[in-house]
């Protein structure tokens, strides 16, 4: 049964609200906070005839992603002493809820926008 709690609800969001995205992670920094802005066009704006002011930002993420899984795949983790191992789970651990709040929050902001119907809708514009 979706509730307020269910991840599956539809449940319109409001700021203040305490829903998710709206929540802060504690002990998490974000180098580069994610911020849901109204009016932006996402890979429309990347790829589009119009770019947008935030495809910058949002081009980052991919280099993010290349830098990110070529030190992932650079630890010789079988190989690491305890120490080492200890520290680079923590920091895993840190980069997977710092990458987790980024994804509650773009999820949110995408849900909002595709429950325009019809052709103004993302989902029709954007398949």
Not at 36 to 50: H, I, P, R, T
Not at 93 to 101: F, H
Request: avoid cysteine; charge should be negative.
């Amino acid at each position: 049964m979706a509730g307020a709690s269910d991840p599956q609800s539809h449940t319109p969001q409001t700021p203040g609200s305490g829903v998710a995205g709206d929540q802060r992670v504690q002990g998490v920094e974000l180098a580069h906070p994610v911020a849901v802005v109204e009016g932006f066009e996402g890979a429309e704006g990347l790829a589009g005839s119009v770019p947008s002011v935030h495809a910058d930002a949002v081009a980052r993420l991919a280099e993010a992603q290349a830098v990110l899984a070529e030190a992932l795949v650079a630890i010789p983790v079988g190989l690491l002493s305890d120490t080492e191992a200890v520290t680079a789970l923590s920091t895993v651990e840190a980069i997977g809820r710092t990458v987790d709040a980024a994804r509650v929050s773009t999820a949110t902001d995408v849900d909002r926008r595709a429950r325009v119907l019809g052709r103004e809708g993302l989902a029709w514009r954007m398949g």
